[in-house]
């Protein structure tokens, strides 16, 4: 009997590699990259918001202190008499002193309001001397509150000047008139002041925040890469260990297959021969004595064949799975039962996988050779990217799993838990008179087709753990 070489790599690709390694590694860092930059456009668009907003003030405060300059120093001194009673040439001097204020600080509009509401001076000729309403902040500056610069559109006609401004950077401040009278000063700038240095706080301070936050990122980075591939490691060493114990298993099992030919097998063979031998010199009264014991011995030598072709699986690395799978269709045939193989052109299977899905169809044809009454078999292999699935339905007897496993189930259950440490799942359906189902998948679930057959009461949802024969799920280590 020749050993399989299973450790000779031919039709399968190996699970590991180094292009895989780095390349696992690799997805891992770009996506700690890209949730990092997830990360920093959350964190920066709240706090460019803030400098925004900041900024805005900041520049809102200078527009309140260059009008309360302008308040001070160019107008109270010509706040005599002769303007407030609206005297053409004390407003001349006063307009040819704001001019330059017009021209090169970008102020749009001047008012000085009395406490009566009239208007007491304005860039606009046709104002001065009217009547209005007072605007509030006009009355809060009257009254001594203190009231801040702000910048909205403004709709008034009298303020605006019936010309549709945009936002304008309105300012109210306080006067007194040498004769103690007090007016409240209304100027307008421009918004361009304001957003240019929005604009410039920005630019000045978004190098420095952004910098920080990269350093912060690549910090990070380095423990992220060493960490991926300390798991990459980690992996590769559990894959290493699982390889390990299915070539064991499958070492050991081939040790008794030997054991038992070479010894058990051929002494039996030996004694039967000798059973036959003596039966010929026996009286005939004791010939059917000796012919129902050698009849008994052929048949366990024959049972014991059959064990030691079940323990000695073929070569994988020479038949291939298909023509692995094949070879367990003939022991049905003996029985009477038709093995329908259903299999891709071709397999893109590793070694480990193949090894796999080959015992666990072992297991389950040999537990329907033995215990199903089956007429049909069903054995359906299927890819989809990194999903593979092999199913296996019988039409035979099946059994109610509320009952818990029949006999003969025990093999299942211990490749579900090296199925379940080489990260797949394997599922046990069945129901008195449906048949019996066994499912082993490895990655996402593949579609329902080839479902039809599977008893509707107990197949319910595919978890991605594993299940106990009674369908219960089980967490895959």
């Known amino acids: 009997m020749a050993r399989p070489s299973f ?91 704001l001019r330059p204020w017009v021209v090169e600080r970008s102020v749009f509009e001047i008012r000085l309001w009395d406490s009566e509401g009239r208007m007491v001076y304005s860039d606009d000729e046709k104002l001065i001397g009217q009547k209005f309403d007072l605007p509030h902040e006009a009355t809060d500056v009257l009254a001594g509150r203190e009231i801040k610069a702000t910048l909205e559109v403004q709709a008034d006609e009298v303020q605006a000047g019936g010309v549709d401004t945009g936002e304008l950077v309105e300012v109210y401040v306080p006067v007194t008139a040498p004769n103690g009278e007090r007016l409240a000063f209304e100027a307008y700038y421009d918004d361009d002041a304001v957003r240019q240095e929005q604009v410039a706080v920005l630019v000045d301070m978004a190098p420095a925040f952004l910098l920080g936050l990269g350093v912060l990122q690549l910090a990070q980075l380095l423990p ?15 894959t290493r260990l699982l390889r390990r114990a299915i070539e064991a298993s499958e070492l050991e099992r081939q040790r008794i297959a030997r054991d038992l030919h070479d010894e058990v097998i051929q002494d039996l063979s030996g004694l039967s021969y ?23 011995l052929q048949d366990n030598v024959r049972n014991l064949r059959a064990m030691t072709s079940e323990l000695y699986p073929p070569d994988l690395n020479r ?32 070694r480990d996988r193949a090894t796999l899905f080959y015992r666990v169809a072992r297991e389950a044809l040999a537990n329907t050779a033995k215990h199903s009454k089956a007429t049909t078999v069903e054995l359906r292999l299927r890819q989809e990217g990194p999903s ?88 895959v280590p």
């Open 274 to 296: 000798m059973l036959e031998s003596e039966e010929m010199h026996r009286p005939v009264g004791q010939r059917q004595l000796f012919a129902d014991a050698r009849r008994i």
């Open 319 to 350: 038949l291939g799975l298909r023509g692995a799978l094949a070879r367990l269709g003939d022991p049905l045939e003996e029985r009477g039962i038709s093995l329908t193989l259903e299999l891709p052109p071709r397999c893109e299977l590793d």
């Open 7 to 97: 450790l000779k790599p031919v039709l399968f690709h190996p699970i590991e590699s180094p292009q895989a390694e780095r390349s696992e590694v690799f997805n891992a860092v770009r996506q700690f990259l890209v949730m990092g930059l997830v990360a920093l456009v959350v964190v920066t668009t709240p706090v460019g918001f803030w400098i925004w907003s900041e900024a805005e003030g900041h520049a809102l405060e200078n527009s309140q202190q260059a009008t309360e300059n302008l308040a001070q120093n160019i107008v109270a001194p010509l706040l005599d008499e002769a303007l407030l009673a609206g005297d053409p040439a004390a407003i001349a001097r006063l307009d040819e002193r």
């Open 388 to 475: 593979s699935e092999i199913r296996i339905h019988d039409d035979g007897c099946g059994f109610d799993q509320s009952l818990g496993s029949p006999d003969g189930h025990f093999g299942l259950r211990i490749m579900r838990d090296t199925i379940g440490e080489a990260g797949g799942s394997l599922q046990v359906m069945s129901g008195p008179g449906q048949g019996t189902t066994v499912i082993a998948r490895f990655g996402p679930r593949i579609g329902t087709e080839g479902m039809e057959g599977v008893p509707r009461a107990v197949s319910g949802p595919v978890s991605d753990g594993v299940t106990d024969e009674a369908g219960i799920p089980q967490p």
């Open 224 to 238: 992220a890469v060493r960490l991926a591939r300390r798991i990459q490691a980690y992996e590769a060493g559990r």
